[in-house]
Nanobody, 124 residues
């Protein structure tokens, strides 16, 4: 069972990145996937959540309107499209899964599986 996050990099303010999170050993169908980030010297912050059972997406206020969740169940992959990036978005980004069938971003989640993190740096 593994989650593999990728797509991070160095970009300038205002640019975009798309992060990917590929699952192996289990299916992402009908479960909730969360994206988290941790900036240097700060605690972990939940950025977004997407659940398949109800098609719901949730976003932190700090990224709402700029970040968008997407998923491709055929490829067992979820994406985080990040637009209009700001220096304060600089962090290591992680994807995590609650493997409970039918898990929803509206409910109480247990993120049992975590990816290894991908670094996003926004700097001019």
């Amino acid at each position: 069972v593994q989650l593999q996050a990728s797509g991070g990099g160095l970009v300038q303010p205002g640019e975009s990145l798309r992060l990917s999170c590929v699952a192996s050993g289990f299916t992402l169908d009908y479960i909730a996937i969360g994206w988290f980030r941790q900036a240097p010297g700060k605690g972990r912050e939940r950025v977004s959540c997407i659940s398949d059972s109800d098609g719901f997406s949730w976003y932190a206020t700090s990224v709402k309107g700029r970040f968008t969740n997407a998923r491709d169940n055929d490829k067992n992959t979820v994406f985080l499209e990040m637009n209009s990036l700001k220096p304060e978005d600089t962090a290591v980004y992680y994807c995590a899964a609650d493997p409970t069938y039918g898990s929803s971003c509206y409910g109480t989640l247990s993120y049992d599986y975590w990816g290894q993190g991908t670094l996003v740096t926004v700097s001019s």
